[in-house]
């Protein structure tokens, strides 16, 4: 039979194919999401730019955008990405040469994150569609920032059309990720 679960650091084991929130630690999220990089690692600076770093701007954007977000709202776009800690960050062209089998995998890891933290496993789609919105804009800053692309490719391949939030970004060392997810996590919850 084949191994379908991962040791985690906290000594939990994760079942892949049927997670369960009682197996999801969010030190085990921030450690995983710190160490993986987004555009395959293909950016600037001395370090890969982290999911966790990615999170934490997706939420500054979601912040800036909404009026009065709730502490709810607010948890359910830093863990965006909750799942990578276990599938990692795959490419979008990646994912859909994959097909459906990668995203249910997301999908069921993805819920047993937002059980485990307090959320709905399906969010509203008020929530999706806000927190997707933020998402783009953080891959149209992060493309033109770190990963190579042109202002105007950007806007065409993330469908961006408004000013940004941020102009510049610097990758962080992994552990600083970490410790910065951990810390704004620890605010939200």
């Known amino acids: 039979m084949t191994r379908a679960w991962q040791r985690m650091l906290s000594g ?3 079942d892949l194919l ?3 929130p009682l197996d999801i630690e969010i030190e085990d999220i921030a450690l995983g999401l710190s160490r993986v990089a987004r555009w395959n690692g293909q950016t600037t600076g001395a370090h890969g730019f982290s999911v966790a770093q990615h999170s934490l701007l997706v939420l500054d954007i979601f912040d800036a955008a909404m009026t009065r977000p709730t502490r709810e709202m607010r948890r359910a776009a830093l863990l965006h990405d909750g799942s990578e800690f276990v599938t990692a960050d795959l490419i979008t062209p990646f994912k859909a040469v994959i097909g459906d089998s990668y995203k249910s995998l997301e999908k069921r890891v993805q819920a047993a994150v937002h059980l485990r933290f307090g959320l709905p496993a399906r969010l509203p789609e008020e929530w999706t569609l806000a927190i997707k919105r933020a998402d783009r804009e953080s ?3 992060e ?6 692309f042109t202002e105007p490719e950007a806007r065409k391949v993330f469908a ?3 000013t940004p939030h941020v102009a510049t970004l610097k990758a962080w060392s992994a552990e600083e990720a970490r410790e910065r997810f951990l810390a704004k996590f620890a605010k939200l919850a």
Do not use: M, Q
């Open 18 to 20: 049927d997670p369960s």
């Open 160 to 162: 961006f059309r408004r």
């Open 12 to 14: 939990r084991r994760l």
């Open 143 to 148: 493309a033109v920032a770190l990963a190579g």
């Open 139 to 141: 891959a149209y800053i």
